[in-house]
């Protein structure tokens, strides 16, 4: 039962960021944040905890986009928590004035050896 009202949490976090008009206070940010280090590891690796417990608040597109990629190449997240994790990367993308092609020039974890 927790589980299912954590699940419920994050999907109606992530929906508020959305659909918010401009980008969201902290304390939304907050809230996702510490719902998604709440969910059982079935939901979030623990690979991807050490990445979330670091990022700044409110979290900098870069370091949101470290954790989706690390979620979807490997350290594993579920559906539901890559759509609160995209979420936030949107508004952090629109709260610094950036596209994703600025931040992923950023993104030093995918260079090629």
Do not use: E, F, Q, S
């Given at each position: 039962m927790a589980r299912q009202n954590l699940k419920r949490r994050?999907?109606?976090?992530?929906?508020?960021?959305?659909a918010a008009p401009s980008p969201p206070g902290g304390e939304v940010v907050s809230d996702l944040?510490?719902?998604?280090?709440?969910l059982p590891d079935a939901y979030l690796a623990t690979g991807l905890r050490p990445l979330i417990e670091c990022w700044s608040d409110p979290p900098k597109a870069i370091e949101l986009l470290k954790a989706i990629d690390f979620a979807i190449h490997g350290a594993g997240a579920s559906g539901f928590v890559l759509q609160g994790m995209q979420a936030?990367?949107?508004?952090?993308?629109q709260r610094e004035g950036v596209s994703?092609?600025?931040?992923?020039?950023?993104?030093?974890?995918?260079?090629?050896p």
């Open positions: 994050v999907k109606a976090l992530a929906k508020r960021i959305a944040k510490g719902a998604l280090l709440g936030l990367y949107d508004v952090a993308c994703h092609d600025d931040v992923a020039k950023l993104a030093t974890w995918r260079d090629k």
